[in-house]
């Protein structure tokens, strides 16, 4: 048995077809699914029972449990747990393109960025397919937007992260564009060669925040197996293939990375890619020591990376109010319940 979520539609008709049903019900089926949204396969009134007793003998309709809900000006933030009693988080933000949504994709992460939150947590397991689509469903509201930022490394769940993707772009369920959809990855070099493979159209951002081996090494343990000219070599490739720009996500943090030194080895490293960088001012949490650089440091370092030609932006702050850092609410959660 599996949740009727974890399937994609070319593997639901795959095993309808191999059950002697034809391939249309897949359809009907998606669409109770993702449009009508029923929970039960009762509810599907326009397939016969034989194929509605094949769905309940061998799927199951499942759910996350909501246990806290935190809102603010432009952000909601949804603590959920898991039939085995883990949690997750997620973040709808509401930006003036739309609804985004940031959705985690492990309980835990063993990637051991000094700077983050959701790392303080060991990585216990990697969200299923429907662990994913669910926090998409059960937030009520229709999201166009999509950013795998949440807790956990993507690319270390990589073939369930593919799957959950290609749900998302189904014009059948989400219809989410590829270009409405960010994967952020700390630079897993072995998964983003392969990227291209799987859909050359999403959004790929890579969690830079230091612009030399040294520094970033202290920050990201990722970078002792994955230095940054393996790592952008690698990006130059995804580049050329694919056609598509790279964020470079950087964040800020006083007295670490935020020097003008730093700003004009970023701009040597990136220059003449087709790439961006995305400032983000350091969102604080009580358990890390690291505070968020002075709005005037973060403009000179912007300043820098504009004046060597560097495409740059300041990312708007959401939810410091909520807890959005990721990890926050279920590590402050926990803490106050366990």
């Keep these: 048995m599996q949740s009727i979520y974890s399937i994609t539609y070319q593997k639901l008709v795959d095993i309808l077809e191999k059950n002697s049903f034809k391939k249309f019900r897949a359809d009907q089926i998606f669409e109770w699914l993702y449009q009508k949204k029923v929970n039960s396969f009762e509810e599907m009134t326009n397939i016969n029972n034989d194929l509605r007793t094949f769905l309940q003998n061998n799927f199951y309709f499942n759910s996350l449990k909501i246990v806290a809900l935190n809102e603010d000006v432009d952000v909601k933030k949804v603590l959920y747990e898991l039939s085995d009693s883990n949690r997750i988080e997620s973040v ?108 050359n159209q999403i959004n790929l951002a890579i969690s830079l925040h230091a612009p030399n081996n040294e520094l970033r090494s202290k920050l990201m343990p990722i970078n002792k197996a994955y230095p940054l000219e393996v790592l952008m070599s690698s990006l130059k490739k995804y580049i050329k293939i694919t056609n598509r720009r790279v964020t470079f996500e950087y964040v800020m943090i006083k007295g670490v990375n935020d020097q003008i030194e730093h700003a004009k080895q970023l701009a040597i490293l990136i220059k003449g890619m087709n790439a961006y960088v995305n400032l983000i001012p350091y969102n604080e949490t009580s358990h890390i020591e690291f505070k968020k650089s002075e709005k005037t440091t973060i403009l000179q370092f912007y300043d820098i990376l504009k004046k060597n030609k560097i495409n740059v932006t300041v990312r708007k702050e959401f939810g410091t109010k909520v807890k959005a850092a990721c990890g926050q609410l279920r590590s402050n959660y926990e803490e106050s319940n366990d």
């Design 92 to 199: 709808l933000m509401y930006q003036n393109y739309g609804k985004s949504l940031c959705v985690s994709s492990q309980v835990g992460c063993n990637m051991g960025c000094t700077f983050c939150e959701s790392g303080r947590l060991k990585k216990i397991k990697n969200l299923s397919i429907d662990e994913m689509v669910l926090q998409l469903l059960q937030i009520e509201e229709k999201i166009t937007h999509v950013v795998l930022m949440g807790i956990g490394e993507p690319l270390d769940n990589f073939d369930n992260v593919m799957d959950f993707i290609n749900i998302l772009t189904d014009y059948r369920a989400f219809n989410i564009g590829s270009r409405h959809i960010t994967l952020s990855t700390c630079g897993i070099v072995d998964k983003i060669n392969q990227l291209h493979l799987y859909n």
